[in-house]
């Protein structure tokens, strides 16, 4: 899971000879070692790596899940503006969480971790991907305090919310 460069540009463009970061996170150590080893030195037309940063953390108490970029729900239709239906955004956040979790640990999980949800942002952020523009949405997740829902927020903060993670959306910061 990784987040997008910053600080953000505000006319959208990054500046050469700048120096921007991102953040990586993942569950298996082994694959970012390798990671920071092809990474490390890496210099081309677009970018130069100037230096990596490798930090480790057990597990803290989570009160709270911030997104840092929009998390994106899509449907059969396409992508969905949510309006402020938290209902739907809270299902498919449980069902999305659930799926990885199942997919991680070979273990169904089937528990609501969330307290309450709410989004941070007024209009839907407009994303232009593959020559369309998908709709995302910033949200604050209140954490239940159990140890199965800090488990769940712990993964979420470790792969992402929601869908399209590959890419950098639902990249969320633990409060």
């Not at 505000?10 to 970012?32: M, V």
């Not at 920071?36 to 990596?52: A, C, H, R, S, W």
């Not at 970029?69 to 396409?78: F, H, L, N, Q, V």
């Amino acid at each position: 899971m990784f987040c997008s460069l910053y600080p953000v540009q505000k006319d959208g463009i990054y500046k050469q000879n700048n120096i921007y970061s991102f953040d990586l996170r993942g569950l298996e150590f082994t694959k970012i070692m390798k990671l920071k080893q092809v990474m490390t030195g890496l210099e081309n037309d677009y970018f130069k790596t100037i230096q990596i940063n490798l930090q480790t953390h057990e597990p803290i108490k989570i009160n709270k899940l911030v997104t840092l970029t929009p998390a994106i729900i899509t449907t059969p239709k396409g992508d969905y503006d949510i309006k402020e239906d938290m209902d739907l955004v809270k299902d498919r956040i449980l069902a999305n969480i659930q799926k990885k979790y199942k997919n991680i640990y070979d273990t169904n999980v089937d528990i609501d971790f969330i307290k309450s949800i709410k989004k941070t942002n007024r209009q839907p952020i407009k994303i232009p991907y593959k020559n369309v523009n998908m709709l995302g949405n910033k949200f604050e997740i209140e954490i239940k305090e159990d140890p199965m829902s800090q488990n769940l927020a712990y993964l979420s903060v470790s792969v992402g919310i929601l869908e399209k993670n590959s890419i950098g959306f639902g990249f969320c910061m633990a409060r």
